[in-house]
């Protein structure tokens, strides 16, 4: 085909992420891509993942360095094995990066980066990192339902095994080529979701999900990974955490999600599109600090004075909890931040979060006591 063609065929779909694009056969030859790039392009496009080696030379030492930083944030001691177990409680740590820079080194790694903008078609940066100690046992979700942009599908996540991934630790687990599925939101299963409980951001998609992998007849995926593997996986992917059969296993990882430039980013579960109610995010650039404005086609959507798109929600709550009754005696919001650290990103007040979602959640506001 003449390059003028190619060119043109590519930027039909602007809008949709070169990846996923509808056309993504006709222009893969026309992105100069290298053979390793290619292979992770078709197999995103084709099975909605795609596994690489995490390419940094100190990633080894950042392992230990986060590992050291990260255990006393959680309930059980990590060096003794007997110990780890998964008690289902929230084993986790959400934008570790705040407070530790390998974490965020890790989530903005420039090879990453740069691959994802070539897959894309825009410019990548993280917004968010989960750093597990243990498997999550987390359902069958797509991420689309947390968080999702305008236009859709540029949002993903990398997958790093901080060690060896045995299946008795309930590897990260996924359904091949699910992200072609239609995308489910709360228009679809009759559901409003605007202003609703923030603890059900989830569940009400469970059964769909589930009646969607019954039909399918899909096998599920595990990725039993080697240190220093990571899994990209597309925006509508379905995964979860496979269930944890060896109670000792420790199965640490980091997940770095993406978004990507000029978009609005917003979460569907709190929203209704119809309406124009959306529950837009007050999104941060991992790499940078600064914030990135929520745009829809290059202009900026008005979004609310403080970076809190539930603050009518909290009001009514607080109104009702009367103060800080329920709030334990040994509640520090220095503490409650560190171990919450996308709490401090949302800038919620820490007392208003724990008693309003924090507590609900299982969220923690002491650290482990040696
Ligand atoms: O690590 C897991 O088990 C699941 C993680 C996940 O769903 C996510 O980070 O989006
Ligand atoms: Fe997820």
Known sequence: MKDELLTELR?????VPLVESPLFHSIIEDLGFSGEERRVALELHERGYAIIDFRDEELDH???????????????????????????????????????????????????LELLGKLYGRSAFPFQTLNFPVG????????????????????????????????????????????????????????????????????PF????????????????????RKGQALIWAANLLHGGSPQTDPTRTRW???????????????????????????????????????KPNLYLGKSLETAAEPVPTASFLKRLQKRLQGRAGLPD????????????????????????YLSHGKVEGRRYKFRIA
Request: net charge negative; hydrophobic share 35%.
């Open 11 to 15: 930027n039909l779909f602007p809008g």
């Open 62 to 112: 950042r392992i230990e360095r986060i590992k050291d930083f990260l255990e006393p944030y959680f309930e059980c001691d990590m060096a003794d094995p007997q110990a780890v177990k998964n008690n289902g409680s929230v084993q986790r740590v959400q934008d570790g990066w705040l407070y530790n820079e390998d974490i965020r080194a890790i989530a903005s790694n420039e090879r990453i």
């Open 253 to 291: 990882s980091q997940v770095t999600h993406y978004y990507f430039d000029d978009c609005a980013y917003y979460t569907p579960s709190f929203s209704d599109e119809a309406l124009g109610q959306l529950d837009l995010r007050s999104i941060v650039d991992v790499g940078t600090g600064e914030p």
């Open 330 to 353: 040994d509640f520090d919001p220095e503490t409650y931040y560190r171990l919450n650290p996308d709490v401090a990103v949302a800038k919620f007040d820490a007392a208003t979060h």
């Open 206 to 225: 469970e059964k769909a999900w589930r009646a969607l992998v019954q039909q399918s007849g899909v096998a599920q995926e595990t990725f039993q990974a």
């Open 136 to 203: 999550t046992q987390q359902h069958l979700h797509s991420d689309s339902i947390h968080f999702s942009s305008m236009p859709e599908r540029f949002m993903c996540g990398v997958w790093l095994a901080m060690e060896d991934i045995a299946e008795s630790a309930g590897p990260l687990t996924y359904l091949p080529g699910s992200h072609k599925w239609p995308i489910i939101n709360n228009a679809m299963i009759g559901r409003r979701g605007f202003e609703s409980p923030r603890e059900h951001a989830q569940q």
